[in-house]
């Protein structure tokens, strides 16, 4: 059963940037594919990006692409996602997952494992 844990989450203005981590207890991290996923007040939870087992593939909402960068080492059992030029609607609480698939998939329901959460705030 995979543990895991966020951190790096904060308050930061407009046009910043923040690093998200997810550090993983799985003793085959490597076998899940991992996702970051958010959710805003009143809204439901949704994708962010995702990589592949090997973190050769990676897959982003339309959202952030081009501004988000998701990355894993699977020598420390860790995923990141780089968020650069952020803006308020960024604004949520960012949760790492775990997908015992190859592949990274978009659908919440996919992911076996997840975080409790880190709270990211964007201010205008």
């Known amino acids: 059963q995979a543990q895991l844990v966020e951190s790096g989450g904060g308050l930061v203005q407009a046009g910043g940037s923040l690093r998200l981590s997810c550090a993983a207890s799985?003793?085959?991290?490597?076998?899940?594919?991992m996702g970051w996923f958010r959710q805003a007040p009143g809204k439901e939870r949704e994708f962010v990006a995702g990589?592949?087992?090997?973190?050769?593939?990676?897959v982003y909402a339309d959202s952030v692409k081009g501004r988000f960068t998701i990355s894993r080492d699977n020598a420390k059992n860790a995923v990141y996602l780089q968020m650069n030029s952020l803006k308020p609607e960024d604004t949520a609480v960012y949760y790492c997952?775990?997908?015992?698939?190859?592949?990274?998939?978009?659908?919440?329901?996919?992911?076996?494992?997840w975080g409790q959460g880190t709270q990211v705030t964007v201010s205008s």
């Open positions: 799985a003793r085959f991290f490597s076998s899940y594919s």
């Open positions: 997952a775990a997908a015992l698939l190859e592949l990274a998939v978009r659908n919440s329901r996919a992911y076996n494992y």
């Open positions: 990589t592949s087992r090997s973190g050769s593939n990676t």
